[in-house]
């Protein structure tokens, strides 16, 4: 099983930028979609951002795009998520997750979660 770490949260100011990283250890991730979910408080959990094992294939939560952009470098075993013009309503814990897939317009998480990071954006 991969274990999964997030990092590069923080307290940002409305327009700010964050690039949050998941690092993953076990083992190799580069044969598994990723991803990014959020959850804000007294909200439930919700996707952001997938990305597919070649990195070629990407897709994006409607309230992110054009502002979020997720990459990897399998390499490195590492995901990112380029966070720009953040929103207030962006505040919440972000979770790396391994071996996504999609269904009936569903993400689904198969492998793993990271422990999360938190992203405040003050207004």
């Known amino acids: 099983q991969v274990q999964l770490v997030e990092s590069g949260g923080g307290l940002v100011q409305a327009g700010g930028s964050l690039r949050l990283s998941c690092a993953a250890s076990g083992r190799t991730i580069s044969s598994y979609s990723m991803g990014w979910f959020r959850q804000a408080p007294g909200k439930e959990r919700e996707f952001v951002a997938s990305?597919?094992?070649?990195?070629?294939?990407?897709s994006y939560a409607d309230s992110v795009k054009g502002r979020f952009t997720i990459s990897r470098d399998n390499a490195k075993n590492t995901m990112y998520l380029q966070m720009n013009s953040l929103k207030p309503e962006d505040t919440a814990i972000y979770y790396c997750?391994?071996?996504?897939?999609?269904?009936?317009?569903?993400?689904?998480?198969?492998?793993?979660w990271g422990q999360g990071t938190q992203v405040t954006v003050s207004s």
């Open positions: 997750a391994s071996d996504l897939r999609r269904s009936g317009g569903q993400v689904s998480v198969f492998g793993s």
């Open positions: 990305i597919s094992w070649s990195g070629y294939s990407t």
